[in-house]
């Protein structure tokens, strides 16, 4: 173990999965992870959290220096829509572990990781999508990220939900795609998908599932896969764009996170569209855990105004 470094406990508790790591410094001493849950802000969200945390810490693997603790950061689902809630939430975590906790939204940690506290623009593609900015001041600016029924357009869950909708449409009489042959991964025949849909437990997770065999169609040069790929890419540079639109920056830089962009081919298309638009990609320097460790070992962080704690004067 680093013994120059605290022992920091981090979580990642999102809509689809709660992630927990101990570590010391850049050491990972330990990790566990199981389902996510709906947000802090839904009603006795930061009870549900905070056992949900709590149970996947205890998952960790045993003999780790959990005694030993220093801080807390916990990147939680729901944070932007309750303040109240989310130091709530805080206070429950510095008071079980008796250490200062720090609670931020997943998106927040996520841009904190990616370019390690300083200001910026930081574009994540999964399930949803979100453009997230913040600017020499510290004020957030954001674009999308509003949900899979108004936004999220360009994400996971919309390249698999218009990847489905062609196949449908195939099915009608519309253009012919591979994409029929690889709706077999979900169901026997395509008229069954409207019932696999309905029957899925979280129906926006369902239709991601799809994207990447619309990615992996598009690349081997089907029609209908790649205009829908296209114009993902010409949505998420669009949302960029909207969000790092007062980039002081002679040219606006963007970092790429989340499991759509790790795709090498679609990652490739979105880095030209993105270049086409005159914005540079930067590498991430981390993701949101590492955001989320930031968090619980720097106070006076630039993003410190969304970042809630616990609120107890802890010695330095």
Known sequence: ???????????????????????????????????????????????????????????????????????????????????????????MLAQRFSVPAAVL???????????QGAPGTTLIVGTGAVAFRFDEAGILHRADGWGPYLGDRGSGRWIGQKGLQAVLNALDGG??????????????????????????????????RFAPLVLHAAEAGDGVAQGIVDDACRILTHTVKLASGGDTGSTPRVALLGGVVSSEFFGGLLRNALASAGIEVVAALGDGLDGAALAATRRGLLQERYIHRDGTNWPD
């Open 1 to 91: 173990m680093d013994a120059a470094f605290d022992v920091v406990l981090v979580a990642d508790v999102g809509k689809s999965r709660c992630r927990v790591e101990l570590r010391s410094g850049t050491e990972l001493l330990g990790a566990a992870d199981q389902h996510g849950f709906a947000g802090v802000h839904v009603d006795n969200g930061p009870t549900l959290a905070f056992d949900l945390l709590l149970e996947t810490t205890s998952m960790l693997p045993p003999g780790l220096p959990i005694s030993t603790l220093t801080g807390i950061g916990a990147a939680v689902a729901g944070v932007e829509a309750s303040a109240e809630k989310s130091r709530e939430l805080a206070t």
């Open 105 to 115: 939204s997943d998106a927040t940690a996520a841009q904190l990781g990616a370019l």
């Open 175 to 208: 253009p012919a795609t591979s994409l029929s042959a690889a709706a077999g991964a979900l169901v026997e025949s395509p008229d069954m998908l409207p019932g696999w849909l309905a029957a899925a437990e979280n129906p926006y997770r369902a239709m991601a």
